[in-house]
C-alpha cells in the first residue's frame, strides 16, 4: 500500500514542485482496457515508419430500473506508430483483450466530396497483452 504525507509537512514551493509534476504526469492520458473490433489495419509508409490502426471496445456493466444487468459498449479508434505498431501486428488479432495506455488526439481532413471530416484517436504508447 503507498504511504500517503500530509501535505501540510511540506514548504509551498515543494508543493507547487509536486503537483506540476503531478498534472504533467496525468495530462491528456487514457488508459483502456477492452477487446478488438477487427484485427488491426497495418500500413507501412514510404519512410518505413509502421502505422497500426484499429477499434478497441470498452463494456460498462449496470443495473437497469427493473434490476436485470446491461452492458453498455463503448467504441474507440486507436492508432499505435512503429516499435508499438509492429508488436500489435504480431500478436494483436480480432477479440483480443488487451489494454493500453497513451493519449487522446483530434485529426481534421477534407474527403473526397470536399467535405470537412472530424475524428478522435487514442495515441498508444503502451500495450498490454491478456490471455492467449
Known sequence: MPHLCPVEQFDSKTVIT???IM???LRNKVQLIGNLGN???I???DSGKKLAKFSLATNEYYKDADGQKQTKTEWHNLVAWNKTA?????YVTKGKEIAIEGKLTN???DDKEGNKRYTTEVVV???VLFGK
Open 18 to 20: 509536486l503537483k506540476l
Open 23 to 25: 498534472m504533467n504526469t
Open 39 to 41: 484485427d488491426p489495419e
Open 43 to 45: 500500413i507501412t509508409l
Open 86 to 90: 509492429e508488436l500489435i501486428e504480431n
Open 107 to 109: 485529426r481534421t481532413w
Open 125 to 127: 504508447n503502451e500495450v
